[in-house]
Nanobody, 126 residues
Framework: VQLQASGGGLVQAGASLRLSCAGF????????MAWFRQAPGKEREFVAR????????DYADSVKGRFTISRDNDKNVMSLHMNNLKPEDTAVYYC????????????????????WGRGTLVTVSS
């Protein structure tokens, strides 16, 4: 099982970026997925999550209204559309997945996820 995040880069405040997470070796349709991020010197934090069907999404308060999470199960790809980026969004962004049939899911906690991508760096300059 492998998750591969891409799409990061250096942008100015107010710009937009789209991150992608491609899944290999895992049926996307069986996975609830999420994005987390870790800024320099800070702990990893929840950004957004999406259920296996895409019927439910949740966001951290800090990104609500600016970020949109989506997925295409036919293509095994999950995306994070980030608008109006701020310097405080600077971080390494990680995608994560969890088997939707497992019980005890805590979707806002990193420890609940089974698989992680290697991360993609987003840097927002002021």
């Amino acid at each position: 099982v492998q998750l591969q995040a891409s799409g990061g880069g250096l942008v100015q405040a107010g710009a937009s970026l789209r991150l992608s997470c491609a899944g290999f070796g895992v049926p996307f349709i069986n996975s609830n997925m999420a994005w987390f991020r870790q800024a320099p010197g800070k702990e990893r934090e929840f950004v957004a999550r999406i259920t296996w069907s895409g019927s439910r999404t949740d966001y951290a308060d800090s990104v609500k209204g600016r970020f949109t999470i989506s997925r295409d199960n036919d293509k095994n790809v999950m995306s994070l559309h980030m608008n109006n980026l701020k310097p405080e969004d600077t971080a390494v962004y990680y995608c994560a997945s969890r088997n939707r049939f497992r019980v005890g899911e805590r979707p806002f906690e990193g420890g609940t996820y089974d698989y992680w991508g290697r991360g993609t760096l987003v840097t927002v300059s002021s």
